[in-house]
């Protein structure tokens, strides 16, 4: 077992290598990833080896750094050349798949623990192992994100022994969902077709954005490169400094467990503001450069740790919540699918408003990203939407699933 977290991201960079060299080969690859989209493999190939033992991510630090470094990064470079105007002009779906989204969780919890109780009755506990409290936590995370989850485990108080269930639930569950949504970025026009969707809006961004870095494109020098990473991540420090100081001001007014006293939330924000204000301004000439490319290599490394932190042995970890967890997202997903089909919303809006709510700012312009890397802006939008309601929400789901 591996447990260097050098030789962890080695390793990794190595299957990101192997992953694009054999589909430019053409011929049998070309048909492979035709049907498992390449961002598929870059996520399920990591899972699969912390499933089986080749690496371990107890102890590993990849995923913090993955996180506070590349993400805002990512989202930096990938708002550089965006089209804001675009963006707007994608219309109220989005909005209604979010609050869809989150609907779905709300109601599902309550559901699916009702569902499982009619065969399991002792599932439901008593005091503080009961389990609508742990459950909460797991309403948190799947409406809000981390923040939201340790607000949930701190307002009802669940026995900290039987934690580590729902954050296997949390975990488990939620990527299992992401693997979907990422073998549908790869193929959206499957879903889009069975769903009558209206793509026109994200087919102009897409082709206004192609078209720009297409005029702009040239051959950049060493030195090109250097002032553009140098910029990047200066801009990532400044966004830590930034976002720091924020959450600390919203720590002291609001307390510690409010979502905007997390530094995360400001980062993202701040990130992309910061390259959004950049594309008004000449450094939107770096997409010639390749800046959004630059930025799909960190989204793609983002999605190799991800892929890292999801067991799937972790499904045998008191099966009975693993089965409220998948009858949950179910629901949930159900949900969002008759939504979308009723107002023709495409597979991109189903994908982005579902990862807003589960997962939040760290996967949701992940996801947004594999569809265009100037789709990515949207999933951030949304996923701090996904801030500002969590706990409001995670309460509502705890509170149904208390009466259940």
Not at 204 to 233: D, K, N, P, Y
Not at 293 to 300: D, Y
Not at 312 to 332: C, D, R, T
Request: charge should be negative.
């Amino acid at each position: 077992m591996i447990d260097n977290d050098i030789a962890i991201f080695g390793l990794l960079a190595a299957v990101l290598a192997a992953v694009f060299y054999t589909r430019g080969l053409g011929g049998g690859w070309q048909k492979f990833y035709t049907f498992v989209p390449i961002v598929l493999v870059c996520y399920l190939v990591p899972s699969l080896m912390a499933t089986f033992g080749l690496i371990d991510m107890s102890d590993s630090s990849l995923w913090p750094i993955a996180r506070d470094a590349f993400l805002p990064a990512a989202l930096f470079l990938m708002c550089l050349g965006i089209d804001l105007g675009g963006i707007l002009r994608l219309g109220p779906r989005a909005l209604i798949m979010f609050f869809t989204a989150t609907i779905g969780i709300v109601i599902g919890g309550p559901i699916a623990l009702w569902i499982v109780a009619s065969f399991d009755p002792e599932i439901l506990g008593s005091g503080a192992t009961a389990a609508w409290r742990g459950l909460a936590t797991v309403a948190g995370s799947w409406i809000g994100g981390g923040a939201n989850q340790t607000a949930m485990l701190e307002v009802y108080q669940y026995a900290p022994e039987n934690y580590a269930v729902m954050v296997a639930v949390d975990i488990v569950v939620a990527n299992i969902w992401m693997a979907f949504l990422l073998y549908g970025a790869g193929r959206p026009q499957v879903f889009d077709r069975w769903l009558k969707a209206d793509t026109s809006a994200i087919d102009e961004l897409r082709s206004r954005m192609e078209t720009f870095t297409a005029s702009v494109e040239r051959v950049a020098t060493a030195g090109e490169f250097m002032v553009l990473l140098g910029i990047t991540f200066a801009v990532v420090g400044l966004c830590h400094v930034l976002g720091g100081a924020v959450a600390g001001v919203f720590e002291g007014a609001l307390g510690v467990d409010s979502t905007l006293a997390s530094d995360f939330l400001w980062i993202v924000v701040f990130a992309t503001t910061l390259g959004l204000v950049g594309s008004f301004t000449p450094m939107r000439a770096f997409e010639g450069i390749g800046a959004s490319k630059f930025g799909t290599v960190f989204i793609f490394l983002l999605v190799l740790v991800i892929g890292t932190k999801m067991n799937l042995l972790q499904l045998s970890e008191a099966p009975e919540f693993m089965a409220v967890g998948i009858i949950w997202m179910l629901i949930h997903t159900i949900l969002l699918f008759v939504v979308a089909k009723i107002i023709r919303a495409p597979f991109f809006f189903i994908a982005v408003g579902s990862k807003a709510n589960v997962g939040g700012a760290a996967s949701a312009p992940v996801v947004a990203g594999a569809f265009h890397p100037a789709l990515a802006p949207v999933g951030v939008l949304l996923a701090v939407l996904g801030y500002a309601v969590g706990t409001y929400g995670a309460i509502l789901c705890a509170e149904l699933m208390r009466a259940i």
